[in-house]
């Protein structure tokens, strides 16, 4: 590694000039050079992990569309594709603007509209930050479409992702991590604490997907009129597993990638993410397999996402024995927590709510409980200050947005519709077309 360092050090040195009117160029000093290697590095780790997290957009195509049924897997991989593709232009239009621009107030951000910030001669770095944090407000999107699976009008649904994209999650990031470029946020500014977005991302996600699922209503046939709960599996478990290793995979530019920063830093937060997610699989297993008699595949792979989830709040702030302990939890905790949603009627296909905004709201909790610096009283009502917030904010916008394109545009496809199935009615299109795929 020092040789390494000392040969970027030489070229750095020798090919990095500075130029003063028309004087002849001079070589740069050792800490000009030193800087200018970290600079270059920053970039290419930041870049590295924002194509870590837009990866794990096939991830969440893979997981959704196993999860569901085989009738609906090319309106699931429609969303996933328009997640990202109309996610890109609002947040670039509207969002990072909301989210990072300069604010008077820490409520949101007022400048940087349309990359506004990026001028052809200055710094090169709000295109970098701009690329990582698109890739989040995607994820942020993407989550909301799998609790709403299989029974969502697809105008309802752009709809729905461009606020998401452009005005949902970017006020509530503004609040906790606007800072990080041109702004403030009133939260942050108390001392709340989630490095990645187990809050931010995850359970602002879960939440607009818990006032989604109850606008929607259940599919049909999931809940019966005598109490019964009909299981409606997914079609291919196999695809749902190999999305759950894609996202897990992605989560070491999601959580690593957060500190924008190549060095040393991030060789915990690797090993506290791998750590979460191994434990909260295994525990949503145990559970799982107490609770049924077997150990259930899909409660398992939930509980992976859940100990990812969980830990993406405190990646950077809590040792590793720490980690293991929060993962444990999500795993158990997104078991019950599917269990109960069901029980309550509120059907969600991919036990998104249960993994991203139940898990997430116990990671953030547990970035302040397990804190390597010490906890406190005070550190721990900042955390739930902000789990609140964003419970507030999040649940109540998207339940208003939810209704509103209800009654004008439609969120619900037919029961015709839904019963045939939404890629034939949605898209005139099988993800199957050799095979005969069954309705209820």
């Not at 909301?98 to 409520?107: D, I, K, Q, R, V």
């Not at 944090?133 to 752009?158: D, H, L, N, P, W």
């Not at 008699?293 to 040792?319: F, H, R, Y």
């Not at 720490?322 to 296909?349: E, H, Q």
């Amino acid at each position: 590694m020092k040789a390494m360092l000392t040969v970027l050090t030489i070229m750095g040195l020798w090919a990095g000039r500075a130029w003063a009117g028309d004087e002849a160029p001079t070589a740069l000093s050792n800490k000009e050079a030193i800087d200018l290697v970290q600079t270059h590095a920053n970039y290419l780790w930041t870049l590295i992990a924002a194509a870590l997290v837009f990866f794990m957009q096939a991830g969440f195509a893979m997981v959704e569309a196993g999860f569901t049924r085989a009738k609906n897997a090319v309106n699931i991989l429609m969303k996933n594709l328009m997640d990202f593709s109309m996610g890109s232009l609002i947040y670039w239009a509207i969002g990072f603007g909301l989210m990072f621009g300069a604010s008077a107030t820490g409520w949101f951000g007022t400048s940087g509209f349309f990359l506004a910030d990026f001028s052809p001669d200055g710094d090169p770095w709000v295109l970098a930050f701009w690329m990582f944090q698109a890739v989040f407000a995607a994820t942020a999107a993407t989550i909301v479409s799998g609790a709403m699976a299989e029974r969502t009008k697809f105008t309802g649904y752009m709809l729905y992702s461009i606020f998401v994209c452009g005005l949902i999650y970017p006020i509530f990031g503004s609040w906790a991590w606007g800072s990080l470029h041109e702004g403030s946020g009133w939260l942050e500014g108390l001392g709340f604490i989630d490095f990645a977005g187990s809050t931010v991302v995850h359970s602002v996600g879960g939440w607009a997907a818990l006032a989604g699922a109850i606008v929607l209503g259940p599919r049909l046939g999931k809940y019966q009129s005598d109490g019964r709960i009909r299981p409606i599996p997914g079609h291919n478990m196999p695809l749902a597993a190999l999305g759950v290793f894609i996202l897990w995979l992605g989560w070491f530019g999601f959580n690593p990638g957060s500190t924008t920063t190549a060095d040393k830093s991030i060789a915990m937060i690797f090993v506290n993410t791998n750590l979460a997610a191994a434990t909260g699989a295994v525990f949503a297993l145990l559970t799982s397999w107490f609770k049924f008699g077997k150990p259930e595949v899909s409660m398992s792979l939930n509980g992976a996402l859940a100990g990812l989830v969980g830990i993406t709040a405190g990646c950077a702030n809590v040792s590793p024995a720490s980690a293991v302990i929060i993962g444990a939890v999500a795993g158990v905790l997104v078991v019950f927590s599917v269990l109960f949603l069901d029980r309550i009627r509120i059907d969600d296909p991919v036990g998104a709510v249960s993994v991203h905004g139940v898990c997430g709201a116990w990671g953030t909790l547990a970035a302040g409980i397990f804190n390597i610096g010490g906890t406190s009283a005070k550190i721990i009502g900042v955390q739930l200050l902000g789990i609140g917030a964003c419970f507030v904010w999040t649940f109540a916008t998207a339940l208003i947005m939810f209704k509103l394109i209800d009654k004008t545009v439609g969120l619900r496809v037919s029961p015709e519709e839904e019963t045939e199935g939404l890629d034939s009615m949605e898209h005139a299109g099988s993800a199957y077309p050799d095979f005969e795929v069954s309705s209820i």
